[in-house]
C-alpha cells in the first residue's frame, strides 16, 4: 500500500496553476517516488467527480490523500468524507454554490481554452456535493488567508474549526508564499 496525492484545482484553473506547477516540482525534488495525480477538472460539478473518482478507482487500496484549492477544497472534503483519507485545503470554497451563482453564463476557461456555459443545474450539482458535517475521523489542514477577495475565510474557519488551522493575515486568494508550506504539507499528508 503506497500513497496517492490527488492535487485539485478550482474553478477556472488547471494543472498548470501556480500551485499546481510549485507542488508538482517539490514532489519531484523530494519525493520522487510519490505517486501523484493533477487531473484536469471539467467544468461542471458531476463530471469533476466523474474524474476524481476514476483516479480513486485506479489507485484502489492506496492512502489516498488530496490537495485542494478553492473548488478543489471543495471537492476534496467531498472525497475524504466519502472514501476517508487526508486533505490540504488551501483558501477552500464553503458554500460555492452560493458564490457561483454569480457566474451563470458563458466562460472561457483561460488554461484550457474550453468555452462551457454554467448553468442552475451545475449550482444544484455543487449543492448536491455539500458536506454539511464532517466525520469527526476526517483529517483536515485547512491554509487560509485572511485577505481573500474571493472567498470569505470565516467561512471556512468555522466549517474547519475541529481540525488543523493556519490562519495568515493578508494575503490573498491564491494564497501568498504558497512554496513555504509545502515541506509541512507533505509531512502531514504523508503520516497515517
Known sequence: MQYVVIYLHGFLS???????TQTLEFVRANYPNL??????????PNDA???IEQLVTKHKG???RFIGSSLGGFLSTFMVEKYSGKAVLINPAVRPFELLVDFLGEH????????FLLENKHIEELRQLDTLTLDPKSDYWVLLQTADATLDYRLAETKYQDYKLSVEQGGDHSFQDFPRFLPDIFRFLLQD
Do not use: C, M
Not at 108 to 115: F, K, V
Open 14 to 20: 488547471s494543472p498548470q496553476s501556480q500551485k499546481a
Open 49 to 51: 467527480v466523474a474524474i
Open 108 to 115: 472561457i476557461n483561460p488554461n484550457t481554452q474550453q468555452t
Open 62 to 64: 492506496n492512502k489516498l
Open 35 to 44: 505517486v501523484i495525480e493533477i487531473p484536469q477538472l471539467a467544468n461542471y
